[in-house]
């Protein structure tokens, strides 16, 4: 798994930190995912680190952050409220969606339950939503500051002790928590929904997932985290979260990679033409042929979302295949006994002097592939090297060293 610190404005143009937690290279991402951590904590909470790195390993991506004035983001926590948390969440959607592609799966543990509810409708990229020992309203939390009523209404602004930290809050935020006491927005939720609730939990009791459930329309669906604390401080209760969780989303949301998402809106191909779109504002690159379909893509290391083999990947295995189609139909024709043809191909830069294949008239650097065959059957010595000459002799590797004339122009614009 790859880990990428990532820092986003908010709506006051403070930064948040985040981390987005994705797949290795080898496995594609299926999903992006926003995570909004439970009230006061931050992004590194054992629940949001293991749920999101868990789902990394399933191939959702995952992006949590701290909500302004926690962890390691900017703000004042006594400035902050359950409005701003909401704003948070759709700034970091906006973020997502600039610099890879937008979220479709909302999760948020305990108050963060209640922000990605809240913040769903807003969004229009969510289809699904998992809350995990959330209230059913933000006012929920209001009890815990019930010890200094007295000095908020006195002073406008009082020290309260949540868990084992102290925290400043302003009265402002017993205002704004009051403005969120109803639960009619979760009927107009209009995305799928998973409720995750322990029935021993003592933070925030399982009457609260009973309301959710009741609020919200179909589909809906309730998972018991039977032994589970309200922190999910055992891994193996954030490990079952996370598999439940991924396999509940295949139901609802797009398949596993972008090509299929956009596949109601494949462009029109004329004739052998090749068409290339955007899949998202970064890498992420859709290639069409007649009646296929691929990706392109940046590693995650420059960017991209590594969703998809590089254009000199593309360049590579456009040659390999060239060659590897030529060498089995000269083999075939001349009924060799060729079993098997394996291509590897690598291209890197180097200076002239540095290439002795590249003739002494070649000065600067030097655009190199090197391409390595290897061959199985009982062929003689002189097969094998008359192989490698009609290697050469493919259709692309021709292009490729004739010097092609590229001519570009502007197209109509695009419906």
Same mark, same amino acid.
């Given at each position: ?28 991402? #299926? ?60 700034? *970091?959607? #906006? ?20 922000? =990605? ?11 699904? =939503? ?251 010595? *002189? ?7 009609? *290697? ?24």
């Amino acid at each position: 798994m790859s880990r990428i610190k990532i820092e986003f404005p908010n709506a006051e143009g403070q930064q948040l930190a985040g981390l987005l937690e994705t797949p290795d290279s080898q496995t594609p991402i #299926k999903q992006y995912a926003l995570f909004a951590h439970c009230f006061t904590c931050g992004k590194d909470v054992a629940a949001a680190s293991r749920i999101s790195r868990a789902l990394a390993r399933s191939g959702v991506a995952v992006l949590r952050f701290d909500f302004t004035g926690l962890g390691n983001s900017d703000g004042d926590f006594a400035n902050t409220n359950f409005s701003s948390n909401v704003q948070d969440l759709l700034a *970091a959607a #906006k973020k997502l969606e600039q610099d890879y592609r937008a979220p479709t799966l909302l999760i948020g543990h305990s108050l963060g339950g209640a922000a =990605v509810l809240s913040a769903a409708p807003q969004l229009p990229s969510i289809r699904a =939503v998992a809350t995990i020992g959330a209230p059913a309203t933000a006012d929920h939390v209001h009890h815990l500051f019930e010890g200094a009523a007295g000095e908020l209404a006195a002073s406008g602004e009082a020290e309260v002790r949540i868990g084992l930290r102290k925290f400043t809050i302003k009265k402002q935020l017993l205002d704004d928590l009051h403005q969120h006491a109803s639960a009619q927005h979760i009927s107009q939720l209009k995305r799928a929904l998973l409720i995750f609730h322990a029935p021993l939990d003592n933070i925030v009791p399982i009457d609260e997932a009973a309301k959710i459930y009741q609020a919200a329309k179909h589909p809906k669906s309730f998972i018991s985290l039977d032994q589970a604390d309200h922190l999910l401080s055992k891994s193996q209760d954030a490990e079952y979260v996370a598999s439940t969780l991924v396999a509940w989303a295949d139901r609802y949301l797009p398949q596993a990679d972008a090509v299929a998402e956009g596949s109601a809106n494949v462009p029109k191909i004329n004739n052998n033409d090749v068409v290339v779109t955007e899949r998202d504002k970064k890498f992420l690159r859709g290639l069409y042929a007649n009646s296929h379909q691929w990706l392109a893509d940046e590693p995650l290391a420059v960017g991209g979302s590594n969703q998809g083999p590089t254009p000199y990947d593309l360049l590579l295995m456009s040659l390999g295949a060239c060659t590897s189609m030529t060498i089995r139909m000269y083999a075939n024709h001349k009924q060799l006994p060729l079993e098997d043809v394996d291509v590897r191909l690598s291209h890197d830069r180097v200076h002239a002097e540095d290439c002795m294949e590249c003739g002494e008239e070649r000065t600067g650097k030097v655009e190199r592939i090197t391409r390595t065959i290897t061959l199985k059957g009982d062929l003689t010595e *002189a097969q094998r090297e008359r192989i490698l000459q009609i *290697a050469d002799r493919c259709p692309v590797h021709r292009t490729l060293e004739s010097d092609p004339v590229i001519t570009s122009r502007l197209g109509g614009a695009v419906e």
